[in-house]
């Protein structure tokens, strides 16, 4: 089976501990695409966490501010680099994320835990964007931190 075509691929390579410290130590800025400001709310927890080791930049339109940090109505509207785009949407709604993500050129396109599309997916990939699918960034990024990887 083509590596592409596998769920939870870093750059074509099947995910590994080692890839993902590597690309956890090389980002500074996740955009998070769905974040709720409802601390119940999974996509909430993970930001809050995350926001102790890197910049997020919540991505929702229906909000101006979540976590203290400015909101935005989509990828294209954010003004810095991004580095990781933490998605917390259907996958049913991840292809209407692919033009924006082409045009921010993240590291990493992120699809959390149960998100995963793979045409999207061979698509960012061949675009020289990263992929990892159906995974959570927070206990990916815990666990690593808790064995000293990180």
Known sequence: ???KAEIGVIKGQAVDDDGLAALFASIETVAIVGLS???SKAS???AQYLQSYYRIIPVNPNYSEILGEPCYPDLKSVPVPIDLVDVFQRSERIP???PD???VRPVCFWMQLGIA???SAVYLLD?????VEDRCTKIDHQRLMGSGQL
């Open 96 to 98: 209407r994320l692919i």
């Open 1 to 3: 089976m083509d590596a």
């Open 117 to 119: 599309h793979r045409e």
């Open 44 to 46: 909430f927890g993970v």
């Open 37 to 39: 400001p409802d601390p």
């Open 127 to 131: 675009a020289g964007v990263a992929v």
């Open 101 to 103: 993500v082409i045009a």
